[in-house]
């Protein structure tokens, strides 16, 4: 998926991935992956990118057992993660965990309502960096 116009494609593994799952050309086991999964949507690819459907395809050919966290899509929390803008600036990082913290306990919600081990799916390696503080903090780990 472009988000400019160029004249070299350039297309986003997510995209590529859903792209031969859709033709039949990539198979995956899901049914090995029966514990819930979830999935957070990371504000570039939902809002920037419009890749909110492209993920599901990927998750729905990945896992059987996918729940949606609320809210989701374009209408996400932010992670906090800011595209890496925040992570320089030693001001911001309380600002961040608070974010990251709004997220992530709808994951603890979703865990706790479902009482299984759950999978938390960030296809962002930001959204990872901004969760791993607050989730360090917690009896989760």
């Not at 070299?8 to 859903?18: G, R, S």
């Not at 792209?19 to 086991?29: M, P, R, V």
């Not at 990082?93 to 994951?107: N, Q, T």
Request: proline share 6%; with cysteine; charged share 20%.
């Amino acid at each position: 998926m472009l988000d400019r116009p160029g004249r070299i494609p350039i297309v986003h593994l997510h995209d590529e991935v859903a792209h031969y799952i859709k033709q039949g050309a990539l198979t995956l086991h899901k049914d090995v992956n029966t514990r819930p999964v979830t999935l957070h949507d990371p504000c570039n690819f939902g809002r920037a990118c419009n890749m909110c459907d492209t993920l599901r395809v990927v998750m729905n050919a990945s896992v059987s057992n996918f729940v949606e966290m609320t809210p989701n899509r374009e209408r996400n929390f932010c992670c906090g993660g800011g595209s890496a803008i925040l992570f320089d600036d030693p001001e911001m990082y309380d600002l961040r965990i608070k974010f990251s913290a709004k997220r992530l306990s709808r994951y603890v919600q979703l865990v706790l309502a479902r009482m299984e081990t759950a999978f938390c799916v960030l296809p962002a390696p930001f959204v990872k960096h901004s969760f791993t503080p607050w989730l360090m903090s917690t009896s989760l780990v």
